[in-house]
């Protein structure tokens, strides 16, 4: 199976087709709600775009989701052509924009495709890309003399904590390659997945 991979860092482009101006970026989505929070920066950033077009592959909860939208593009013409770039990469995670302003000209259904594709095309190739690795949130407590031996083992897990607070023990929460757990769990047992 070919190996996934998702975008770290992008920056926006922007180009002309026979007077239209289309802008595209390719954003790390790792949920439904970071891709609807950029949809709202977008939509802010553009309010007087003829055309807010987008395509999206997002695993959530170990579900694949997949959607693309033309906003009004012929229908097939806009999304479609943004998510085959998106699966031909095998991003993951990941969603591209893209904004038209209709310069005046009509490109037709085959130029519309070409040009959404050309857009996704400079998106990704203007993004940082790197390889995919699925991660889960655990939750553990620890004695307060435990501490050094998770930090060592967060190092050696390449894990990370997202939040600490202190009780009667220290609670954490923890994100963790999810090829990695089942092995950090024989060393931490008491830590549950969330």
């Given at each position: ?5 998702t975008?770290?860092?992008?920056e ?6 026979k ?5 595209a ?19 802010a ?14 695993l ?18 806009a ?22 302003y209709f ?13 959404y ?8 190739e ?15 407590s620890?004695d307060?003399n435990?501490?050094?031996d ?8 390449n ?29 931490f ?6």
């Open positions: 199976m070919t190996k996934l991979s975008i770290e860092t992008s926006e482009i922007s180009w002309i087709e007077h239209s101006r289309f802008i970026v390719a954003k790390a989505c790792k949920d439904i709600a970071s891709f609807d929070n950029y949809l709202s920066q977008v939509k950033a553009y309010p007087d775009a003829n055309h807010i077009v987008y395509a999206y592959t997002i959530e909860d170990d579900n694949m989701r997949i959607k693309c939208f033309d906003d009004g593009e012929p229908s097939g013409t999304g479609k052509p943004i998510l085959s770039h998106i699966d031909g990469k095998r991003l993951v995670n990941t969603a591209i924009f893209v904004v038209r310069g005046g000209v009509k490109l037709g259904a085959g130029g519309l495709v070409r040009a594709s050309h857009s996704a095309r400079l998106a990704i203007a993004a940082k890309i790197i390889p995919f690795t699925q991660t889960i949130s655990v939750a553990l620890l307060y435990e501490q050094k998770l930090t060592y083992n967060l190092k050696r897990f894990a990370k904590i997202l939040a600490t607070s202190y009780e009667h023990q220290v609670n954490y929460t923890i994100t963790i390659e999810q090829s990695h757990y089942e092995e950090f769990k024989k060393l047992p008491e830590c549950k997945k969330l």
